[in-house]
């Protein structure tokens, strides 16, 4: 069927009339357009034998009605035209019978449509005709309109066939192309699922080693002959959420669909626990991460956010914490505006008494339609409070909010600097 026409439950009625009169294939409007020629020029009174009287005109006219019909309904006009023959055969058997256009015409649209069962039915209905014709002395009996029934139902049937090859020839077509678009569809998911796979596993090997770079490093920091810690604690961190981000990447290109999944928020912030509380040893902190009771099942953008959330936070503990004093880390879900909100906070002891705006964290968190606060308890301690939203079950993730630009959105996407900086990222 044509696409553009195809007819929905939902589709106005004028359109589904369109579609019936056009046809659902491609010769149908042609077709449809000769059989409405042909059955209106019989309906005329040019069409109609001078000899004939009322019931010949009103016989003549249902036949030329059929002739319209034909196109769209072939079954029951040869039906009626075979059932017509032989009524009018027995009205006015001397004039020309005009139901036998209906039938030839039926079974030429018939042929289009490859129902040679029925195209036989439709000649040995006109064959009975003649037989009977000839019987009872009807005009269709006769030699010279039995010639011509012949030679108009072989013309008929040929261009029936010819239109009912070139139709199967054009719907192969249309069939081959689409199987060779699906195997074409199919080859580049199969190339972007190789793709995919061959770069995690370059890029993972290549992370993986300056991962163990850095233990050998953190290592001789330890024992005073390496880099600073500060900057070895910070390098393990962007190390360990490259590889995160890199198989999450991995995820899209299979083509995972993670906007409808729903993730338990425990295990997936505590899977980034591992490498954060690495980095800690690796740079001396003494960091301890506590949880709370979360939610088991939260929308993965959610848990994807406050991943980030909380290695932006252990980054920012790294940057500005003291050594020598206890770091701590806490996650937990706290009463918020309109439900729950889920809170990480960082408490630890300060290297500079001077001020700094984690604006990272702020941006992450305002794209959530969080917020970021810091508190200064005294002048050698610092809190940072985090704060966003836990959609409620069923309830649509937060949108990023209309102050929010794109630049601010891929600026809270870059990794942390490694130098230090006396502002937080």
Not at 66 to 83: D, E, K, M, Q, Y
Not at 238 to 260: A, H
Not at 290 to 300: E, K, Q, S, T, Y
Request: aromatic share 4%; proline share 7%; net charge negative.
């Amino acid at each position: 069927m044509i696409p553009s026409l195809r007819p929905q439950d939902s589709a106005p009625w004028w359109r589904r009339l369109l579609a019936f009169l056009i046809g659902p294939r491609f010769i149908d409007p042609p077709l449809r357009f000769v059989t409405v020629f042909f059955g209106t020029m019989t309906i005329l009174p040019t069409g109609f034998d001078p000899a004939g009287g009322p019931g010949y005109v009103a016989l003549s006219v249902i036949a030329g009605l059929l002739v319209i019909v034909s196109a769209f309904l072939p079954r029951l006009t040869l039906v009626a035209g075979i059932l017509g023959t032989f009524a009018f055969m027995g009205v006015d058997p001397d004039l020309v019978n005009p139901f036998n256009l209906d039938v030839l015409v039926a079974a030429g649209v018939l042929l289009t449509y490859r129902r040679y069962r029925l195209w036989a039915v439709a000649v040995a209905g006109l064959a009975l005709e003649v037989l009977v014709g000839r019987m009872v002395g009807a005009s269709s009996g006769s030699a010279s309109d039995a010639q011509v029934t012949l030679l108009v139902a072989v013309l008929v049937s040929v261009l029936g066939l010819g239109a009912g090859l070139g139709e199967a020839r054009i719907q192969a077509e249309i069939a081959r192309r689409e199987d060779a678009v699906r195997r074409h569809e199919h080859e580049l998911s199969r190339l972007r699922i190789q793709v995919a796979i061959d770069t995690h596993d370059t890029v993972s090997h290549g992370l993986a080693t300056q991962a163990a770079i850095i233990r050998v490093l953190g290592q001789e920091a330890a024992a005073g002959r390496g880099p600073d810690v500060r900057t070895l604690s910070e390098l393990g961190m962007v190390n360990d959420r490259s590889q995160r981000q890199l198989r999450q990447l991995l995820s899209r290109l299979r083509g995972d669909d993670e906007q409808d999944r729903s993730t338990d928020l425990s295990e997936a912030l505590k899977s980034v626990t591992g490498a954060i509380t690495a980095g800690a040893v690796a740079g001396g902190f003494a960091l301890d991460v506590r949880f709370g009771a979360l939610p088991p099942a939260v929308p993965a953008p959610v848990v994807d956010a406050a991943q980030k959330l909380l290695t932006e936070l252990a980054t920012n503990v790294f940057k500005h914490a003291r050594t020598d004093a206890p770091c701590v880390i806490t996650v937990e879900v706290i009463p918020g505006e309109g439900g729950s909100a889920l809170q990480l906070a960082s408490h630890n002891a300060v290297a500079s008494p001077s001020g700094f705006t984690p604006r990272t964290l702020t941006r992450r968190a305002e794209l959530l339609g969080g917020s970021c606060e810091v508190r200064r308890p005294d002048g050698d301690s610092a809190e940072v409070l985090v704060r966003i939203p836990l959609p409620a079950d069923g309830a649509p993730v937060p949108a990023v909010p209309p102050g929010i630009s794109a630049e601010d959105l891929l600026r809270a996407d870059e990794a942390p600097p490694l130098a230090h900086a006396v502002e937080s990222s």
